[in-house]
């Protein structure tokens, strides 16, 4: 495979809620010991055992806003450090989606792994505590302008109210928008999108995060902020609610805090990112980074969610992905158990032929 020179400038980007899926991670897990020690770090700071969380729960309970968000900081920030401190791949510049931020953060130097973890426990522990007081969800709307849908919107939302909310909370993309709000009046926006030609995903997250039903909640979480030892950015970060660049520790917890009931500029903060050479998503989910290709067809753009990912990224950069012990065992039972198989359906084979 021909690849182009080696890239001057790389983005990297992290998926935040709703990425998550059972079993993320897990054959990377599998194969690498720099990875299973940040999952018995998270396990034993966070009181919570990632490996039956990640591994063998339930969709639903990975669902919930507390497991959600830091189990999708764990995979993503532990994938990260794989890249960084295996085999020296490191970015020039990073974004987050959302609760991605927090691995953009810890990737870009600004806070440490627990510390991370800890705010993000009681970031959703306070997001989960306002969908249960204010009930609401997200959709995604696809195929739609802004304006169009704002105008949907503006029918249903009433802004001095918290019982009727339909605000656009997400600018994934051109026509990628998402819609935050009461139950009620996410029904007859959904219904009025698709009867304007449009299309409406249900999002897999359990409130309606990023609107106002979560300032309470976002001044809960402001409290913590002088719990972490913030530290100036050793490579920028764009952020979620202004689209802007920013490197210092003040401006990464105002953008922490304000992030909560503020609206994601993904798309704005996108362009930031155009002159990168290559841009990698890393977590448990490749949306974002797909969603990118379609935009930029030419542009080198990868996802790291799994082995075979990794070995094409690592080979992108003029290396080799190096097997450790873990995934020689590995390789080892996987040809013990074709053996097992072939060897019992020659049995069985034999049988017959004996039967006659």
């Known amino acids: 495979m021909e690849f182009k020179k080696t890239p001057r ?9 709703g990425s998550q899926i059972l079993g993320m991670g897990k054959d990377i897990y599998d194969r690498e010991r720099t990875v299973q020690e940040y999952f018995e770090q998270a396990s034993s700071c966070a009181d919570q055992n990632f490996v039956r969380l990640c591994f063998a729960s ?16 764990l995979v993503s920030a532990s994938l990260q450090a794989l890249l960084k401190d295996k085999y020296g791949i490191v970015p020039d510049v990073v974004g987050g989606h959302s609760s991605g931020e927090y691995a953009a953060i810890f990737a870009a130097g600004g806070m440490n792994f627990v510390d991370a973890l800890y705010l993000l426990k009681k970031r959703s522990m306070f997001m989960e505590e306002a ?20 105008t949907i919107c503006q029918k249903y939302d009433e802004p001095t109210d918290i019982q009727r909310v339909a605000e656009i909370v997400n600018y994934n993309a051109p026509e990628q928008l998402v819609v935050s709000g009461t139950h009620a009046e996410l029904d007859c926006v959904a219904n009025d999108v698709r009867a304007a030609g449009g299309k409406v995903i249900p999002l897999n997250v359990a409130g309606a995060f990023h609107s106002r039903l979560m300032q309470e909640a976002e001044k809960l979480f402001a409290m913590y902020m002088v719990k972490v030892d913030f530290k100036d950015l050793t490579v920028p970060l764009v952020n979620n609610i202004e689209g802007r660049i920013v490197t210092t520790n003040q401006e990464i917890k105002e953008s922490l805090v304000k992030q909560m009931s503020s609206h994601v500029l993904w798309w704005p903060s996108m362009q930031h990112f155009k002159d990168c050479d290559v841009i990698i998503e890393v977590g448990p989910s490749s949306k974002l980074s797909k969603a990118l290709k379609r935009a930029w067809p030419d542009k080198e753009i990868y996802s790291f969610t799994n082995q075979a990912e990794l070995e094409m990224i690592v080979e992108r950069f003029g290396k080799q992905v190096e097997k450790t012990e873990l995934a020689i065992d590995l390789e080892v039972e996987k040809q013990d158990k074709i053996e097992a198989k072939e060897a019992k359906e020659q049995e069985v084979k034999e049988q017959q032929e004996l039967a006659g």
């Open 131 to 150: 969908t249960l007081q204010y009930p609401g969800s997200m959709i995604a709307v696809i195929g739609m302008t802004h304006d169009a849908l704002s």
């Open 9 to 17: 400038k790389i983005g990297m980007i992290f998926p935040g809620q």
């Open 58 to 73: 339930s969709e639903n309970e990975l669902r919930e806003t507390v497991n959600a968000q830091t189990s999708i900081f």
